[in-house]
Nanobody
Framework: QVQLQESGPGLVKPSQTLSLTCTVS??????????WSWIRQPPGKGREWMGA???????YYSPSLKSRTSIFRDTSRNQFTLQLSSVTPEDTAVYYC?????????????WGQGTQVTVSS
């Protein structure tokens, strides 16, 4: 059973970089034909796919966030990390890591429990 767990600070100041790590157990992040995604849900809004890293290490980003987003991985630790730069209060959300067969929320079949990140001074 694949399990994912998000970790990182719950409070980030405006203009800083948000950094979250997803630790995966029960499966390798180099497994073929799967994508490891970051998804967020702002308060009162729907979930938004932010980006992903594939089994080969290729990254994919939402066009609306591409200029501020970076995803990379540490295969020795079976982890992948999200960095979102120049955050504003509008980036306040519950952030999830997930695994799926594609690059849309509908294709996700394993999810972390989510972690609340608040952007505030």
């Amino acid at each position: 059973q694949v399990q994912l767990q998000e970790s990182g600070p719950g409070l980030v100041k405006p203009s800083q970089t948000l950094s979250l790590t997803c630790t995966v157990s029960g499966g390798s992040i180099t497994t073929n034909y799967v994508f490891w995604s970051w998804i967020r849900q702002p308060p009162g809004k729907g979930r938004e796919w932010m980006g992903a890293i594939g089994s080969s290490g290729i990254t994919y980003y939402s066009p609306s966030l591409k200029s501020r987003t970076s995803i990379f991985r540490d295969t020795s630790r079976n982890q992948f990390t999200l960095q979102l730069s120049s955050v504003t209060p509008e980036d306040t959300a519950v952030y999830y890591c997930a695994r799926g067969g594609g690059l849309t929320i509908a294709t996700m079949n394993y999810w972390g429990q989510g972690t609340q990140v608040t952007v505030s001074s």
